[in-house]
């Protein structure tokens, strides 16, 4: 097994247990490592401090499986530390009766590279390091044994993977997908899930509970949604009896998503919900220049910023959106806007808000911070923004 030798004073983030160990802070390798290897992480005086899988390819050149270095990781140590996490979610009162739900959240279950989520039956994983694509078969395989689960289904095709050297991997790598669609049960309302085609792994679940507050904001108001993808929020704000729900996306087979997802659902008022297939910036123009106006607006974009070196530019589009947003506003109404970019973190971003809202002319008072769902555990070395999700303000 290779030595990866630390410069001096670079141990330090090892003792603090941060998982992460960067190009600048390695010394050398002493033997031959592959990537996905595991490594023995000592300091510049030789002293073992962790084993942690190897990456050539990345920034980040190791990520830490164990601080323990005399620790064996082997396909029984992934097997046990998949359970493990399985049966943190389970131990949870909370997460009872979900259909939907977080079972690894990488490094916040001592898993780097590793995300699972359960749809019910199904099982989609997504491998996004070089460790965590070597160890495939034990990770398949702890999953299916701490769950029962009757599929797993990998969707290993994010971009972070190219960072890592690897190329993309989707497909069934255990049991069999049901014939019919798959659906989940969230807060009283049935959603279809697409684990082979559907955004991350099929479904944002990170975003439950802010779903289930827009419900229970939304009572006689005027709704609108931007962009609503296959329509989660739209649904939770019709079930919360809106008056009006406008949803604007720019994918035409996330907006026929939404239609079945509301078709799923007779409970809910359609003749309520409206869906507009277009480019959300162009879209909150026109509403302006035909003089809508609603009381509550979700506004919930896609990753702006992938890392902080695209921060400055990030800013600049998040704040264009808020600003438009912010426009369309009923005296009173309330403003959801959320950021997903790593490189955009909360004091940031409430910077970003407050300068739309003195743009705009209106007071902007912070009522909730929108967190990520429970399931989503925070882990030292994952980036705030992707937990710490958006604000919600109300306009005077």
């Known amino acids: 097994m290779a030595d990866l030798i630390l410069l001096p004073g670079k141990e330090r983030s090892v003792l603090r247990r941060h998982p992460w160990i960067f190009a600048g802070s390695v010394a050398r390798l002493e033997g031959r490592a592959r990537p996905g290897d595991t490594v023995i992480v000592k300091d510049a005086q030789g002293t073992p401090l962790a084993r942690a899988a190897w990456s050539p390819s990345s920034q980040i050149r190791a990520r830490v499986w164990s601080f323990d270095p005399d620790l064996s990781v082997d396909h029984a140590w992934f097997k046990r530390a998949v359970a493990a996490s399985v049966a943190r979610r389970a131990a949870h009162p909370w997460l009872a009766g979900h259909d939907g ?78 014939d019919a669609p798959l659906t989940i049960v969230e807060h009283g309302v049935r959603m279809e899930v697409d684990v082979a085609a559907g955004h991350k792994t099929g479904f944002y679940l990170d975003q439950r509970d802010n779903r289930r507050l827009t419900g229970q904001l939304a009572a006689d108001r005027d709704v609108l949604n931007c962009f609503c993808y296959t329509g989660g929020f739209s649904l939770q704000a019709l079930a919360g009896g809106a008056r009006s729900v406008l949803s604007i996306d720019s994918s035409g087979p996330a907006l026929a998503t939404a239609a079945r997802n509301v078709a799923l659902n007779p409970q809910l008022d359609a003749a309520r919900a409206e869906w507009r297939e277009d480019d959300v910036f162009q879209a909150l123009r026109a509403l302006r220049a035909e003089g809508r106006r609603f009381d509550l607006i979700i506004l919930d974009p896609p990753k702006f ?46 910077k970003i808000v407050a300068g739309a809202a ?6 902007a008072r912070i009522l909730h911070r929108l967190c990520a769902a429970p399931d989503h555990p925070v882990g030292l070395a994952v980036p705030e923004g992707e937990y710490l999700k958006g604000l919600a303000c109300q306009v005077s």
């Open 101 to 178: 739900v977080r079972l690894i959240h990488g490094e916040s279950d001592g898993l780097p590279g590793v995300i699972a989520d359960r749809y019910g039956e199904v099982v989609v994983v997504q491998l996004t390091s070089a460790g965590s694509d070597k160890w495939r078969d034990a990770i398949v395989a702890g999953l299916a044994q701490a769950t029962g689960c009757r599929a797993v289904y990998e969707r290993s095709d994010s971009d972070v993977r190219k960072l890592e050297g690897l190329e993309p991997v989707t497909g069934l790598v255990h049991g069999a997908l049901p």
């Open 305 to 350: 910023a992938p890392s902080a070196a695209h921060a400055e530019r990030a800013a600049r589009a998040y704040k264009d959106i808020n600003l438009l947003g912010l426009r369309l506003l009923k005296e009173g109404g309330i403003l959801m806007t959320y950021s997903c970019s790593g490189g955009i973190g909360l004091e940031l971003f409430q």
């Open 358 to 363: 003195a743009d705009v002319g209106v007071d």
